[in-house]
């Protein structure tokens, strides 16, 4: 018995020093290749975190989180997460329906109507968790009304509740019946988060806390609830845009708005390195019982944006497999979180600029995917 012991004892470490040599052999790779993308860059700077099939997660970083400050990025640089904040939300919703305290099919009409202004909200009678997840709803989008984008800049402190933020499409016209279509919406999530909240009798961002933060690991995700955050990177939009044009942060360190407006549509401060922590958690059943993935991967058309929608995850079917992930933006970030599925490794990208006229490594970054799995094929 002892022999057998020993003999699996050297096995284990033969296997784990295997996985570390190719790890260490996909680093070199990733660097040489980041390299080459990044000298045709005109991009203010990169971060990028690869967590690998043995669950090792290394991150690597280009150019500068601050152009006029000269500092640059690194592995604990934060910038704002954008939508990809949707992807912890629904962590918490799928821990909830496993509790049975959400159901996924049922109204939430019964729940949400002790809001008087909930019959407001288009379609209010027909909403369920399933199609706010997957964005059926029909809901339009509140951060495109008009008056909201002005209204935005008018008072930069302006802390919002989340009913102001839907008071933007109050009466409006749905876009098409629940379940008929897709569209996506961050109203959708305001909506599930305001629900979360209810049910809960917590804040979303405590439960995000408890739920998703403490159970994962991740220690440098916060809130987007303020106008100043410890080690962010400077976002750089476009001169050119007509609704928040230039730099994220002032010389004071300073958003131009307050930016907890996001709330539940994104509303986070994040690292690629927790992020691409977290996808590979989720995505392999370690965020809630592995029996809710089947619904969780149960997807509809994702129209123009291609492949198909689950239960807040982009699934796409690509020659090297399944890719499951999410996308985020807000002005001067743009990030992308992926998941490939029959490889088990994620990555996860944030580039500091919104500007169309530098992000053309963007176009180049997917290639980093097909380098790692040339590796592992081996």
């Not at 912890?88 to 939430?108: H, M, N, R, T």
Request: charged fraction near 25%; hydrophobic fraction near 35%; glycine fraction near 8%.
């Amino acid at each position: 018995m002892k022999k057998i012991l020993l003999i699996l004892s050297v096995l284990f470490t033969i296997s784990i020093t295997a996985q570390e040599s190719k790890n260490d052999e996909l680093s070199g790779i990733i660097n040489e290749k980041l390299d080459a993308i990044w000298e045709e860059s005109n991009a203010p700077g990169i971060s990028i975190s690869v967590v690998f099939p043995n669950g090792e997660a290394k991150t690597f970083t280009r150019g500068y989180a601050n152009v006029e400050k000269k500092i640059k990025m690194s592995a604990k640089t934060k910038m704002l997460g954008g939508s990809t904040g949707k992807v912890f939300y629904s962590v918490v919703a799928l821990q909830l329906i496993e509790e049975g305290k959400l159901k996924l099919d049922e109204p939430i009409y019964n729940v949400m109507s002790e809001y008087s202004w909930f019959d407001k909200i288009p379609n209010a009678n027909q909403l369920t968790v399933r199609s706010l997840m997957r964005h059926e709803t029909g809901i339009p989008r509140y951060v495109f009304s008009e008056k909201f984008q002005t209204d935005v800049l008018k008072d930069v402190d302006k802390v919002w509740k989340p009913e102001e933020l839907l008071s933007y499409v109050f009466d409006a016209k749905p876009e098409f019946e629940v379940g008929k279509n897709f569209a996506y919406s961050d109203t959708n999530y305001i909506i599930l988060c305001m629900l979360i909240e209810k049910v809960t009798g917590n804040y979303i961002y405590e439960e995000v806390q408890k739920r998703v933060l403490d159970k994962a690991g991740l220690k440098n995700v916060v809130p987007q609830t303020s106008r100043t955050y410890n080690n962010i990177a400077q976002g750089y939009n476009a001169d050119s845009d007509p609704f928040y044009p230039g730099l994220q942060f002032n010389k004071n360190g300073k958003s131009n708005y307050n930016l907890q407006f996001e709330w539940a549509g994104g509303g986070l401060v994040i690292t690629t390195h927790d992020l691409a922590i977290l996808g590979k958690k989720i995505y392999e059943g370690k965020m809630f019982n592995a029996s809710l993935l089947k619904e969780y991967f149960k997807g509809v058309s994702a129209g123009n944006m291609g492949g198909t929608w689950g239960l807040g995850v982009h699934i796409r079917d690509t020659p090297n497999g399944k890719i499951y992930g999410h996308r985020g933006f807000m002005p001067g970030y743009v990030t992308n979180m992926m998941y490939y599925a029959k490889y088990k490794f994620a990555v996860c990208y944030q580039i500091n600029t919104s500007d169309r006229t530098k992000m053309s490594i963007m176009r180049q970054l997917p290639t980093l995917g097909s380098v790692i799995i040339e590796v592992i094929d081996k």
